[in-house]
Nanobody, 118 residues
Framework: QVQLVESGGGLVQAGGSLRLSCAAS????????MGWFRQAPGKEREFVAA????????LTADSVKGRFTISRDNAKNTLYLQMNSLKPEDTAVYYC???????????WGQGTQVTVSS
């Protein structure tokens, strides 16, 4: 089991940057592929990015490709999401999650709010 805590959200102007962090408890962090998801008010949760156990492989949603970068530091048990060139449509609660089985994310953080003003 792993517990996840996100941080780094906030209010930023369009065009700005934020870096989200997801701190994981326990010594099993490196055994899980990880992902970032987001949910805007009135919308369904959507996939943002994913990363393999080692960090060698990543996948990014088309809506954020070229602007967002997912990374991880297994020595620090931390997952990151660097967000650049932010747009108002990126406003959402962002969640990190651990993938226990293929495409099944069973462990979730509490979320961190990102608000992008125009």
């Amino acid at each position: 089991q792993v517990q996840l805590v996100e941080s780094g959200g906030g209010l930023v102007q369009a065009g700005g940057s934020l870096r989200l962090s997801c701190a994981a408890s326990g010594r099993t962090f490196s055994t899980y592929p990880m992902g970032w998801f987001r949910q805007a008010p009135g919308k369904e949760r959507e996939f943002v990015a994913a990363i393999s156990r080692s960090g060698d492989n990543t996948l990014t949603a088309d809506s954020v490709k070229g602007r967002f970068t997912i990374s991880r530091d297994n020595a620090k048990n931390t997952l990151y999401l660097q967000m650049n060139s932010l747009k108002p449509e990126d406003t959402a609660v962002y969640y990190c999650a651990a993938e226990v089985r293929y495409n099944e994310y069973d462990y979730w953080g509490q979320g961190t709010q990102v608000t992008v003003s125009s």
